[in-house]
């Protein structure tokens, strides 16, 4: 019997369930902003959404191609700056950023830089930080949002282009970064990840339907930590899915993709 949704639909609803009313979020185009889109559509009305190049506070009429594209300041509160956007993350009021990359390992350190061991001559080289860094390091808690394999779920990334937990357990803190900030969860096609109180390691916290713990093994280099008891995750619901493909992304750019 075929699915109700795709893998995309899930990973971006579950995405859209994490950002609560009331919550500020900065988001980046495609995933996160559909996710963004669709919390605000349904049960997060009051959510603040900023985008880096300066929207504060839009209300979306349409999916925004970039960052810097006129609707990311529809009806918004205010269109100003990078610089300013950065400021209030550092100031301490922005409660979630979404960020991803080629790499990620089980302390929830990004790479979006390169792939290879030589910085000046890798196999490949991406486009780096931009505000990555900036915002892992500044807001409150990082979503990130990406397929599961074991290229990008890596024993160690080739390099950290945004911190996480670093080597964990206090690595982040004493390393100067604001405390009780870092990642949060991660969101893949598989199941919903967070990490440890203590050790930071990746922990899972729920499983897709239909995937299974050899899913979870076999898509990832390092080991992720099972606790004794993990959910089940919930499937989007009609509602969800139907603001999802005929309001958030009806052409189906970011969905379609699956």
């Known amino acids: 019997m075929k699915a109700r949704y795709n893998p995309m639909e899930l990973m971006i609803t579950i995405a859209a369930r ?16 559909a996710a963004a889109m669709l919390a605000q559509m349904t049960h997060a009305p009051n959510l603040t959404i900023l985008f880096e190049a300066g929207g504060v ?3 979306l009429p349409t999916m925004p191609i970039s ?4 609707r990311t ?11 300013e956007i950065m400021e209030l993350c550092q100031a301490g009021i922005v409660d979630y950023c ?10 929830g350190n990004l790479n979006s830089t390169i792939i290879g061991n030589d910085y000046y001559k890798p196999i490949t080289r991406f486009p780096g ?7 892992a390091s500044l807001c409150w808690k990082t979503l990130v949002v990406t397929p599961q394999n074991q290229k990008r779920f890596a024993n160690k990334v080739d390099f950290i282009t945004t911190p996480g937990y670093l080597q964990g357990g206090n690595s982040r803190y004493d390393a100067g970064l604001p405390a009780n ?3 949060f969860k991660v969101i893949t096609d598989i199941g919903v990840y967070g990490y440890h109180t203590e050790t930071k390691e990746m922990m899972l916290l729920s499983l897709h339907p239909g995937k299974t713990m050899t899913d979870v093994q076999e898509n990832t280099e390092f080991e992720i930590l099972i606790p004794d008891q993990f959910e089940t995750t919930l499937e989007p619901t009609e509602e969800e899915l139907k603001t999802l493909r005929e309001k958030v992304d009806p052409t189906q750019v970011i969905i379609g993709r699956s």
């Open 57 to 59: 506070a839009p209300i």
């Open 73 to 83: 300041t529809h009806k918004a509160l205010k269109a100003t700056s990078m610089a």
């Open 67 to 70: 960052v810097g594209d006129s």
């Open 18 to 33: 994490n950002l609560e009313d009331g919550a500020m979020v900065v988001v980046g185009t495609g995933v996160p902003c």
């Open 181 to 183: 900030t870092g990642p």
């Open 98 to 107: 979404f960020l991803g990359g080629a790499q990620i390992d089980k302390y």
């Open 129 to 135: 930080s931009g505000g990555a860094n900036d915002l």
